[in-house]
């Protein structure tokens, strides 16, 4: 299994909602991440995640709050979020931290209004 | 401030000639480069990967080029095939970090 999967695909919510990103991975990886990818633009990284650790935080608003219950899932809680927080959020994993070769799941395309 | 730059948005091939895209950097403190390739509805592939110790790594039809000096990197697909349609994004790291800084990419389309 070499694959990231994450849920939902497609998620709409309005600006007082709060919601959940999930992600999985059965590789065995301990080092998982969460990017943000606006339209025609590269993705960005926000969030890495090291043996069920956050490591890096990117300056990211507090809208946003990471989760690792264990060191298959990954989740990014959304809440109060913005309509310019519109975006594809990727999940991605690689075997260590430091390790740059990652998998990536396909993305949430998330739109607020 | 575009560390990482793809300064062609598009590129056209007919099948079975020589892709070549192109990537440049300016940070000197970048020290492992990648690209990947991303298919619509899809998440970002790993394609290949080069360290800053190396000017050239190979993987069947993709072969990666890197000129330190110039701060250029480039991938060469040859032959092409229509099935390499897709975005292809370049991608850097600074050594002992963990943060990939990509270029905004280069969409391909193979001709048949």
């Known amino acids: 299994d070499t694959e990231v999967t994450q849920t939902p695909k497609h998620l709409v919510m309005g600006m007082t909602n709060k919601k959940s990103l999930k992600c999985e991975q059965h590789?065995?990886?301990?080092?998982m991440y969460w990017y943000k990818q606006k339209a025609k633009k590269p993705p960005e990284l926000m969030f890495v995640y090291s043996y069920e650790k956050l490591s890096i935080n990117e300056s990211v608003p507090s809208r946003f709050s990471p989760e690792c219950p264990n060191s298959s899932l990954l989740n990014l809680h959304l809440h109060a979020l913005q309509p310019e927080d519109s975006a594809l959020y990727l999940c991605?994993?690689?075997?260590?931290?430091?390790?740059?070769?990652?998998?990536f799941g396909q993305g949430t395309r998330l739109t607020v209004v | 401030d575009q560390q990482v730059k793809q300064n062609s948005p598009s590129l056209s091939v007919q099948e079975g000639r020589i892709s070549i895209l192109n990537c440049d950097y300016t940070?000197?403190?970048?020290?492992?480069f990648l690209w990947y390739k991303k298919y619509p509805a899809e998440g970002p592939t790993f394609l290949i990967s080069i360290s800053s110790i190396k000017d050239k790594n190979e993987d069947g039809r993709f072969t990666v080029f890197l000129n330190k000096s110039a701060k250029h990197l480039s991938l060469h697909i040859v032959p092409s095939q229509p099935g390499d349609s897709a975005v292809y994004f370049c991608a850097a790291r600074k050594s002992s970090g963990d943060k990939l800084t990509f270029g905004t990419g280069t969409r391909l389309a193979v001709r048949p």
């Open positions: 991605a994993s690689s075997q260590e931290r430091g390790l740059p070769e990652a998998f």
């Open positions: 940070n000197s403190m970048f020290d492992y």
């Open positions: 590789m065995g990886h301990r080092a």
